[in-house]
């Protein structure tokens, strides 16, 4: 079953804007990680935070998490064009071995 | 320059017909996973190995099957057995399994097609 649920499912923003994506899960996590994925790619990691820690950040990304409402969000300031792609979530559920569980992802459509 | 490896990148089956995936990498990385992604959806584990000669099933192993005889080789065979076979196959591989705090490093993929 699917740990991670990214919201929203599809987003479209102008160049230069700020995209905003949510992840939610539901059983307790070791670390949340985000990838991104670039149409007909592999995915490529882009940052981890670990379950004690509640902001990180990495160039022009920024995440959050929330351990107390289970959720993470990640935001990408000053968007380009070159940011389209899907972005995914993936917990280490601490119950569920050395398993990686991915969300089903955002599709971030960035317009120049 | 390290990375994953992945062969080839589109195939092309009859319905029936066993096929085989590669994935090779150059890390020097003691864990590796396939995944499975079908359109608009997650990636669902397959089978993952954290050393040589020892793998695990994931989510979604039947009709799957694979062999980890070198650290840096865990090729994927898909079975006449799996029902859906079409999907894109993608291989990753970490620094350990046992650490959970390693990002997985992922190849470019197969599209498999099976008519």
């Known amino acids: 079953s699917q740990q991670g649920e990214e919201d929203p499912q599809a987003l479209s923003i102008q160049e230069g804007e700020n995209a905003t994506m949510n992840c939610s899960y539901k059983t307790s996590i070791n670390n949340l990680q985000w990838y991104r994925q670039n149409s007909g790619r592999g995915l490529v990691h882009l940052i981890l935070?670990?379950?004690?820690?509640r902001e990180k950040h990495s160039g022009r990304l920024r995440v959050t998490l929330d351990t107390s409402k289970k959720s993470s969000s990640l935001l990408i300031t000053a968007s380009r064009a070159a940011d389209t792609a899907s972005y995914f979530c993936?917990?280490?559920?601490?119950?569920?071995?050395?398993?990686?569980?991915f969300g089903a992802g955002t599709i971030l459509r960035v317009k120049s | 320059d390290g990375g994953i490896t992945q062969s080839p990148k589109y195939l092309f089956r009859k319905e029936g017909q066993n096929v085989t995936l590669s994935c090779e990498q150059n890390?020097?990385?003691?864990?590796m996973y396939w995944y499975r992604q079908d359109p608009g959806q997650g990636l669902r584990l397959i089978y993952y190995s954290q050393i040589v000669n020892d793998f695990q099933k994931g989510d979604i192993a039947e009709g799957y099957s694979v062999s980890r005889e070198k650290k840096e080789s865990f090729p994927l065979t898909v079975t006449s057995a799996q029902k859906n076979p079409t999907a894109f196959y993608l291989c990753a591989s970490s620094i350990t399994g046992i650490t959970y705090n390693s990002p997985l490093h992922f190849g470019n993929g197969t599209r498999l097609t099976v008519t």
């Open positions: 890390l020097n990385h003691d864990a």
């Open positions: 935070i670990r379950s004690n820690e």
């Open positions: 993936a917990t280490f559920p601490l119950e569920y071995g050395n398993k990686l569980v």
